[in-house]
């Protein structure tokens, strides 16, 4: 699968429905990891945190296109908590028939050179190809220079660029 007409593009409001629908693909291959079932109507609950990235400073949506059509979506965020300021990618998703392309490593470096600062990658302890995607996916763009620890049942990867 080709991905050299990919792009990262800022959500705009009219483009928070498309994020939402993503998210149903999202919560499904998420599902593996956490106890998280379908309602009534068949689809997951909705994240409840989305409308803020349209209307909090400090968030940031995105959608990610190859070759003119939808491949997933990043939700960034900037965290502030006592005498620590950093970046986080809140949500980060890639459709399965553009994975293990190179896509989610080339958008997670364009994230990471669109905020500069402190960042703080997580992933829960029981998603490992989340973590070894993020492993390798920081280890090349800060060649290696990152910390690892665990809080919480959180596998958590730290550096600054």
Same mark, same amino acid.
């Given at each position: 699968?080709?991905?050299?007409?990919?792009?990262? =593009?800022?959500?705009?409001?009219?483009?928070?429905?498309?994020?939402?629908?993503?998210?149903?693909?999202? %919560?499904?291959?998420?599902?593996?990891?956490? $106890?998280?079932?379908?309602? $009534?109507?068949?689809?997951?609950?909705?994240?409840?945190? !989305?409308?803020?990235? +349209?209307?909090?400073?400090?968030?940031?949506?995105? !959608?990610?296109?190859?070759?003119?059509?939808?491949?997933? %979506?990043?939700?960034?965020?900037?965290?502030?908590?006592? $005498?620590?300021?950093? +970046?986080?990618?809140?949500?980060?998703?890639?459709?399965?028939?553009? =994975?293990?392309?190179?896509?989610?490593? =080339?958008?997670?470096?364009?994230? %990471?050179?669109?905020?500069?600062?402190? +960042?703080?990658? /997580?992933?829960?302890? @029981?998603?490992?190809?989340?973590?070894?995607?993020? =492993?390798?996916?920081?280890?090349?763009? @800060?060649?290696?220079?990152?910390?690892?620890?665990?809080?919480?049942?959180?596998?958590?990867?730290? %550096? /600054?660029?």
């Amino acid at each position: 699968m080709s991905v050299k007409g990919s792009i990262l =593009r800022k959500a705009a409001i009219q483009d928070k429905e498309i994020i939402s629908n993503l998210m149903q693909f999202y %919560f499904y291959d998420f599902s593996e990891f956490i $106890d998280m079932n379908v309602g $009534d109507s068949g689809l997951f609950n909705g994240y409840p945190y !989305l409308d803020h990235y +349209w209307e909090e400073d400090g968030r940031y949506p995105y !959608l990610i296109e190859t070759n003119g059509e939808y491949a997933g %979506f990043v939700l960034v965020r900037e965290v502030e908590e006592e $005498d620590q300021k950093y +970046w986080s990618i809140a949500e980060f998703f890639i459709m399965k028939k553009f =994975r293990r392309s190179g896509l989610g490593e =080339r958008i997670a470096h364009q994230v %990471f050179d669109s905020h500069k600062g402190n +960042w703080e990658i /997580c992933q829960i302890e @029981k998603n490992t190809p989340a973590q070894i995607f993020w =492993r390798k996916v920081i280890g090349s763009y @800060k060649e290696s220079e990152f910390e690892e620890r665990m809080e919480e049942r959180m596998i958590i990867q730290a %550096f /600054c660029n």
